[in-house]
């Protein structure tokens, strides 16, 4: 089973203004952020749950000022806690005060080989020179770091090349984050892997993942089970889409969300305890029953896949439990037997 996981956008602020942010982050706070109390409670209660892995994002979370007591009460509570930021704020002494108040790892995102490029999505000049600094300075201060990279029809021919950067520079894992239009990704839906892309994209990954001894982990495309599955490349998860199911989000205010791109409010950690929320919303309920539609519905890949149900969620207006429609998979046999090219045909 997988380890239960939770992403806390702690804050809006950030010191980037990425064109594909699903959380439209800036240089504005959300005048409704938790406190620091607020924020120690609600970590309380993520533990209560049964979550196991704390992610603490924004936004930029080096930018709230209370963020090393945070990590220090997740780590105090038990839990794995990690840093989701672009790194450009990091700094040796940064660094050394993450490591001492109990950060596990921190994701540093970094979503070119080309500085050039990163810098002109992420809209800073010099933030790819400062986020590949940033991890020398974890590397340095004994911080184990992985690299975040957000894929579109932009970087798609450099992402293994990516890999082999993150390798390079000492990273534990490379995070492949397909993109899903929220927030201001909208903007730039148009260059999102579609499905042809899309597939011939995960069987380059999962291919490159026999290579590499560092983890390779596609987020977004849960498809990469079931090619996983036939390629017999041990994964350490269960299923692609966690979505409610061992995964979840709270964004700065206290709305609690089934993902990040699932934009659904669920509940507010203000007016019902997170765990309560947990344990008996509706909408989590029927991501954990499964029932979903369309092709999705009598695929025999359903169990370890999905779907991708913020995805699905943004082209089917508004049906979470709608098919994954960037899926070109039609069985012919069992998930998991050898695949012909045959069985993946185009989408009519």
Known sequence: MNDMIISWNTTRVCNQFCKHCYRAAGAEPDPNELSTDEGKSLISEIAKAGFKILVLSGGEPLLRADIYDLISHG?????????GTNGTLITPEVAQRLKEAGCARVGISLDDIDPAAHDEWRQMPGAWARSVEAMGQCREAGLAFQIHTTVTERNESVITEMTDLAV???????????????GRGVGVESESLKAAAYERLLNRLLEKQREIEIELKPTCAPQFMRIAKRKSIPMRYTKGCLAGTSYCVIIPNGDVQPCPYLQLKVGNVRETPFSQIWADNPIFRKLREAEVGGRCAGCDCADICGGCRARAFYYSDGDYMAEEPWCLYRPSQRCGEDASPRQVQPVE
């Open 168 to 182: 390079e520079l000492g990273a534990a894992g490379h995070h492949i984050f397909f993109l899903v239009p929220t």
């Open 75 to 83: 780590r105090d509570e038990k839990l794995r806690v990690v840093l």
